[in-house]
């Protein structure tokens, strides 16, 4: 999963997130990813404009976002299109339940988040046709993965039950 540390002292600029990226041979990789411990979505323009510029310099590297989907809550508008650059667009759906995406995420939307993420994975579909959603399973009941296989199914998205991988902790943690 990549040898840079994801955490940042600082929100870097977009032209250090342009020159960083740029800096590596993209080729030597499967796929470009957007994600973090924050939401990458509040800086979905920077996003887009890296994307772009990205896909100039190498048309076949994939390139995905990991969301939660929240982006319409964020800009208070439909952000569906602005997706469309990229490859793939995960949404972290953590939850069967409105309810208990709101315990585990704690949503500054509060309990509405929920149903805005299954409207926008609905959306963002239409430009992205690699939309899926995701949820870890160790932390969901067989029944929990169940009914969000079948509100998957309902929404047309596909899940991504996958494992959890724990994060590298800060190099100053670590002494």
Known sequence: YGSDSLWLEREPTLSEICESVLSHDLTKYSELVFCGYGEPSYRLDDAVKVTSLVKEKYPDTKVRINTNGQSDLIFGRDTSKDYSVFDTVSVSLNSPSAEG????????????????????????????????????????????????????KECGVPLRVREYIAPERKSADKA
Do not use: H, M, W
């Not at 870890?136 to 929990?144: H, I, K, M, P, S």
């Open 101 to 152: 995406y709101a315990e585990i995420c704690k949503p500054c939307f509060g309990i509405s988040a929920f149903d805005a993420i299954l409207a926008f994975a609905r959306n963002v579909r239409q430009y992205v046709p690699d939309t899926r959603f995701s949820v870890v399973g160790e932390y969901l009941t067989a029944e929990e993965i169940s009914e969000c296989k079948r509100i998957s």
